[in-house]
Structures are given as structure tokens and as C-alpha cells.
């Protein structure tokens, strides 16, 4: 598993990816000094999302006992095992319009981010990290850029969208800016991550923060249930802390990971979400920080979809503009550990 990618915490290699229409395979990788040999494998276990893969991935490690110790150390427990999720290609119906719509409204949500973290006054510095979403302008391009987002997924495991780093260590060549993140293996990007101060997993939302308060209404973080495990598996591998974005039509806020994922879990069970049918937490922005405000909102820009005589209408997001708040700065400065 190693010459695949896997990571070594003392003698243990852990490996684990989980996306949607995915099989399950464990192995026990290593047989520490003092200790017996550890054997388990699981294979073809099919599960339809990640949530399930998550499921199996607790199962397997509650039936070797070692649960609770991998919570509270915070981390695998060194003499048990190796986990592998190997994925399936999936099938990909023609996507309907709220899709697209979400499609392209994540695609603009991470360009603002992105754009607001670069401005020439900013003390950070933004790349892309996560996979690109892709051209799925006709439907041969979605099918291909979804199966290679499992590809991806496979070879990297979960990624969060973007690596903020300190603007200086970029000026000063510690941090190459022209490299393409997206396309390089985690072992080629050890000393880069090295480098973040944090990694941003990036969501959006269709609401206008402005609006809804006018209205009496409090709008929330939106915590899909399935993302809370690989997202901390990361934060493990790589002992780097991941902000938690969602941009609104008018404002960006966030909050870390770790303490939304503790907010969700402490005030209630997750519920189905109406428009993806996928378990999903909801915790107050106020909770968070305000990451930024909207200096020129964008504009509607209307398109069509075309598959085999189907068309589609779908409107996206264009333009529109942000501007980092103080508080970001200052959880930034707080992070930083030069």
C-alpha cells in the first residue's frame, strides 16, 4: 500500500479513500514488534456513498477492538492495520438542472475565494489544491471529468479545494506559485503542504446573507455528514488545520473544521437535506467568522445544456467581487507558524 501512496505513523500504513459508488478493501498492513501478526481483509463491500464506506471503515476497526483507542489518541492506533477504499467507475445519468446549477455555483464560489485571498494587499497567497471541477460543457465531458474525479480520488485520497500560504514565502520562492497542485502526488507536495498555514474546503450556498437577516432569518454552515471523515483524515495525515468556507451570494464565512464538526455533533442528529437527500448537519453562522464581504455582486449569466436533443436552461453566477475582513487576517496570523 505504500508504493501506492499510504502513509507510515510508526509501523502503521493508513490508506483511505471514499467517494460515491465505491467498493471497500482492507488490509491489515503490519506486524509491529511484540505483537502477533494482524490479519483482516474485506473486499467488494459495496457501498453507494461515502457515508457507507465510512461506516465499514468504523465496523471493521470496532471489530478489532481498536475504536476507542484511535479516538482518543487522536489518530490510528500504531500496531493494528492499513485501510484501502478502491473505487469503481460510476455510472453518470445526463444531470438535471439544479446540478448544473450547484455545479457551476461551486466552481464560482472557489474563483472568489481564490480571488479575494490573492488581491495585491493581502498578506496570504491562494493555490488550488483539490480537483479541478472541469469543462462539462456536453455530457461526454461530464462523464469523463466525474470518472476522472474518482481516479483522482483514488490516487490522492480527499483533498480540500485550496492551500492558503503566507504571500512572503511565495515572494521569496519557498512556495512556487506557477505549480499545478491539482496535478501532483501527495509525495511530491510534501514540503508545499509543509508550507500552508491552512488548507480552505470550499461550499456554496444560494442565499444572501444580507436579505435573510432583513427577513428574521439566521443562516447556517451545511455539513454533509460523509465529508467529516476523510476531511479529518487529512488534517491527521498531514498535522495541518482546514477552515470550513461557504460563500453566499453577498458575504463568505467560515469557520475551522475541527470546532464545526464538534458545534454539529453537540447540538444534533444530522438530517436528510431536501435538495441532495444526503445527511447534513446545520450550525448558526454566527458561530463562525465572517471571512469576507461583497465589494460588486455578480451577475446572471443564463446557458444551455445540450445531450442527445435534450436541452437544459440553467443559469451561473459571473463576476462579483470580495473583500477579505480583518477577522480573516487575524485567524490567518493566528494559524501562521513561521
Known sequence: MTEDGGRFFGSLSVYIFTWSYCSVKMIAASKPKGYGAI??????????????ASKAVRAALQALGTWQQKMSAGRYNREVLGLAVQGERRRVPPPRPNFLINWFQGAWAEERVIEAINQPDSLWFALRYGPSRGDISDYDRLKNYLQQLDEAMHRYGKRPDVLVFCRKDIEEGHVDRSLDLQELENDQLKSVIERAVVALEVRSSLWSVREAKDAGKELSFTLKEEDIEPVCLWMRTHCKPV?????????????????LVEEARNRKKAKKFPKTGKLTYTVPLSVGIKFAVAKEEPKLEPGLWRHKGNIIPYVRFKGGEFKLTDEFSKEMSRLWKP
Open 243 to 259: 477552515f470550513y468556507v461557504q460563500v453566499f451570494y453577498d458575504a463568505i464565512y467560515g469557520i475551522p473544521f475541527q470546532k
Open 39 to 52: 490479519s483482516l481483509e474485506m473486499t467488494n463491500v459495496h457501498c453507494r456513498n461515502s457515508g457507507e
